[in-house]
């Protein structure tokens, strides 16, 4: 999905700067499934400035740059809708933990259990993130932070439970002493 449409989507949640839709992909409503950097949402923001997609005032102040905030406008309400439209790519799926463990036959035992480790320490506290609902959620996103919660929930209990098949093909440490 183009940046364009994931700012476009923030907006529809209501007037933002910069940083605060930055703030939905780091720890807000987008941060679990989305990804948007400071370096692509600045850019994007300009050109739908450029389109009349959304309209950007200056605020004043004090010994700082204007603060610039941005409003959806009814063409940017419209193009949303005609990208949401759109077919969506699949998903993909980026663990750098998936990949780690992908070679765990090569690793020591005591570092794939800390993989695994860290990985569940992780998961749990997503999960208890999720649990907790938000009065100010949209059906749309109470639905997303519920798959959410499925999903982490359903890893937790298959690395508790499946942990000893990348654990026991570890290498032993003292196996070669």
Same mark, same amino acid.
Request: hydrophobic share 40%.
């Given at each position: 999905m183009h $940046?364009?449409?994931?700012? +476009?989507?923030?907006? $529809?949640?209501? &007037?933002?700067?910069?940083?605060?839709?930055n703030k939905m992909f780091e720890d807000g409503p987008f941060s679990h499934f989305l990804d948007a950097s400071y370096g692509s949402i600045y850019p994007a923001l300009t050109r739908l400035t450029e389109e009349g997609l959304v309209t950007c005032k200056a605020e004043p102040q004090e010994r700082r740059p &204007?603060?610039?905030?941005?409003? +959806?406008?009814?063409?940017?309400?419209?193009?949303?809708?005609?990208?949401?439209?759109?077919q969506i790519a699949p998903d993909k799926f980026r663990s750098e933990f998936l990949f780690t463990v992908l070679f765990a036959h090569l690793l020591p035992r005591d570092r794939v259990r800390a993989l695994v480790d860290q990985r569940l320490t992780a998961m749990k506290e997503k999960a208890q993130q999720l649990s907790e609902p938000d009065e100010d959620d949209t059906p749309g996103m109470d639905f997303a932070r519920?798959?959410? +919660?499925a999903v982490f929930t359903a890893s937790? &209990?298959?690395l508790e439970r499946n942990r000893h098949l990348i654990e026991d093909a570890a290498i032993e440490e003292n196996a070669h002493a």
């Open positions: $940046v364009t449409t994931l700012c +476009l989507g923030a907006l $529809v949640f209501g &007037d933002a700067t910069g940083y605060e839709i &204007d603060k610039k905030i941005y409003s +959806l406008t009814e063409a940017g309400r419209r193009q949303l809708g005609e990208a949401l439209g759109q519920q798959y959410g +919660l937790i &209990d298959f």
